[in-house]
C-alpha cells in the first residue's frame, strides 16, 4: 500500500521559519515527479511546488518563490519543503504529492498527481 506521510508542521510566527517532510512507502518514487499543494480555509487547494524524478529542474507558485525551498532525497524515498520569511498568507494543510507516472509529468495540475498524504497543518500568526 502506497503511502505518503507529511510532518513538520505546526504553529509559526510571521517572518519565521519550518520545515516539512514527506515520506513515502509502498513504492520507490525516485523516478517521479513529487509535489507539495496547500489548501486555506475557504479556498481550493493549489500548487506550491515540484521537484523532477532527478531533482535537477524545480517549479515554484509565484507566491513562495524565492522563500520557499523544495528538495528531495531518493535515497530515503522523501521530499522536504524548506519555508522561510512565512506570512500569514502561508496558513494552509499544506500535502505532498507524488506523480501518477514516472519521469516526466504535468507539475502543476493537481490531476497529474495519483499519490497523495493526508496533509499538515502550518499557522503563521501575525
Known amino acids: 500500500q502506497v503511502q505518503l506521510v507529511e510532518s513538520g508542521g505546526g504553529l509559526v510566527q510571521a517572518g519565521g521559519s519550518l520545515r516539512l517532510s514527506c515520506a513515502a512507502s509502498g513504492r520507490t518514487f525516485s523516478t517521479y515527479t513529487m509535489g507539495w499543494f496547500r489548501q486555506a480555509p475557504g479556498k481550493e487547494r493549489e500548487f506550491v511546488a515540484a521537484?523532477?524524478?532527478?531533482?535537477?529542474?524545480?517549479y515554484y507558485a509565484d507566491s513562495v518563490k524565492g522563500r520557499f525551498t523544495i528538495s528531495r532525497d531518493n535515497a530515503k524515498n522523501a521530499e522536504y519543503l524548506q519555508m522561510n520569511s512565512l506570512k500569514p498568507e502561508d496558513t494552509a494543510v499544506y500535502y505532498c504529492?507524488?506523480?501518477?507516472?514516472?519521469?516526466?509529468?504535468?507539475?502543476?495540475?493537481?490531476?497529474?498527481?495519483?499519490?497523495w498524504g493526508r496533509g499538515t497543518q502550518v499557522t503563521v500568526s501575525s
Open positions: 521537484i523532477r524524478w532527478g531533482a535537477s529542474n524545480t
Open positions: 504529492a507524488a506523480a501518477s507516472l514516472p519521469y516526466y509529468s504535468g507539475i502543476y495540475s493537481e490531476a497529474e498527481y495519483g499519490y
